[in-house]
């Protein structure tokens, strides 16, 4: 019995010292806690929890939110390329009270953001285009 083994896969690695994790952190926290929002995640594609800040007043689930939000943006993403795009590169569900913003960082990580009302979708967007090249850079 012979294994079927694709060699054009590819699988990238990723490794992030004490510093880069602690710069990434300050950026969540300067970037977008700072700016209002609830609680801001960021994860890999696989739904593993990279950097988490909050705002001390969240009791949300995070390991189960981060393992469905990748979940979520790969089916949007097939649904995006069913439609001849290339990719939708952001999500985002409104609640009555809760939203969650999807943004891709890079081709293997996402920013969860959730927010209340009181941040507006504009800023929110604007704060983490920032926070995402600035975390890019940290790579």
Known sequence: ???????SATFSEYTLGPEQLDSIERVLQN?????????VMLIDMAGNIIAQNDNGQCDHDL?????????NFAAVDTMAKIVGEEEFSLL?????????HFSKVNPEFLLITIFGKDV?????RLKVAEAIKKINEVW
């Open 63 to 71: 390991y189960s939110l981060a393992a469905l939000a990748s979940a």
């Open 120 to 124: 507006t979708l504009g800023l929110l």
């Open 31 to 39: 970037d977008l806690i700072d700016s209002g929002v609830h609680s």
């Open 92 to 100: 985002f569900h409104k609640g009555e009270s809760e939203n969650i």
């Open 1 to 7: 019995m012979g294994s079927e083994y694709d060699d």
